[in-house]
């Protein structure tokens, strides 16, 4: 069950307004405050040009204007508030500070952009960690001792890898983990050093889950947190988590946490609206629970236990590999 602090009266609304603010400038860009006070917009119009070819972005941008009830959804249709209509009307001073000056308000934010990506991977993965051991590593750590590891434990998009040395410290099992990100990989060695001082067998590469050698040794236990909705779409996802097989022969599981998109994006709330913000327009289709768990199923995973974490809109899985393919 999400913690009530993402609920907050005074964080939420200022948290999901930084969005909702960008949002604001975005639809006055896409021309979508002047077709809205014409008329509704329909899941049909939005399949049909001029929309179509941008839709997950719209759909992104409506939705977090729905949470500050400038646009109302209903039934199949999106609508403009009167608010909305007035909100609308005042773009131009949202762009101007949010728009002329977005390279100066960017540019004050410490830690390198992964050209590739576009991305602070170092801010993405110390931020990660802060919020991970206030609101998810005792789940973690007792879901996985749960499972009795007996070899390594292999975290795939570990970020810090502060999680996994944890976990191996609990266990005293060794750790091996890979992240995409280089500069995720520099945070992390703070983390190598600090278990090397323990005595804890921890190791830890810059490494694409996606693209990862076969037969990497010793692995009881495979857990990626936070990262599966990066990969995408869900064929691809399907696939990926289907080669974890030949990748890990001796696994016995795949613990999964990930967060999924808002299926009631109505409210200010801290968390999901960046998160359901950001993919969006980063144009990833929104994963619901129902999507991820048919992926699991796909791919040839028995979920055998699901927990609701305190991130919204956030579960455990524990995935038991299949012997066969999917
Ligand atoms: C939201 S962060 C979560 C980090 C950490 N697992 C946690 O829970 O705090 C997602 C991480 O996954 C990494 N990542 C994304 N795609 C990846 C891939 N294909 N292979 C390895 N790492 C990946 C990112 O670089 C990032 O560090």
């Known amino acids: 069950m999400a913690s009530v602090e993402f609920k907050h009266p005074r964080i939420a609304p200022v948290f999901t307004g930084a969005f909702a603010a960008h949002a604001t400038v975005l639809a006055d ?29 719209i759909e992104g941008v409506l939705n977090t204007l729905c949470r ?4 109302r959804r209903t039934a199949d249709a999106y609508r403009l508030t009167d608010f909305g209509l007035e909100l609308g009307r005042q773009a131009p001073v949202f762009r101007l500070w949010l728009g002329g000056y977005a390279s100066v308000l960017a540019d004050q934010i410490s830690g390198a952009v992964d050209p590739r990506s576009g991305v602070r991977g170092g801010v993405v993965a110390e931020s990660s960690s802060q919020i991970g051991s206030r609101y998810i590593d005792e789940t973690f750590i007792q879901l996985v001792d749960s499972l009795q590891p007996a070899g390594r434990i292999c975290d795939l998009g570990c970020g810090t890898g502060r999680r996994l040395l944890k976990i191996c410290r609990e266990t005293g099992q060794p750790g091996l983990g ?35 050698p076969r037969n990497v040794s010793g692995v009881d236990i495979v857990t990626q947190a936070f990262m599966t909705h990066h990969i995408a779409p869900d064929d691809y996802c399907t696939a990926v988590l289907a080669s974890y097989r030949v990748r890990f022969p001796g696994a016995r599981y795949l613990v999964v946490f990930d967060t999924v998109s808002s299926s009631d994006p109505e409210h200010p709330e801290l968390f999901a609206p960046g998160f359901d913000y950001i993919h969006a327009l980063q144009n990833m289709e929104p994963r619901s629970r129902a999507d991820a768990l048919r992926i699991f199923d796909e791919a040839g995973y028995s979920c055998q236990q699901e927990l609701e974490l305190a991130v919204p809109n956030s579960y455990a899985w524990v995935l038991k590999f299949g012997s066969d393919g999917p």
């Open 178 to 212: 890979y992240d995409i990100s280089a500069d995720a990989i520099r945070a992390a060695q703070a983390t190598v050093a600090e278990a090397r001082g323990l005595g804890i067998d921890l190791e830890i590469n810059q490494g694409d889950a996606t693209t990862l």
């Open 68 to 71: 500050i009830d400038a646009v």
């Open 29 to 57: 860009d896409l021309g979508l405050f002047r077709a809205l006070a014409d008329t509704a917009l329909t899941d049909h119009d939005l399949d049909r040009p001029p929309w179509v070819e941008n839709r997950i972005r």
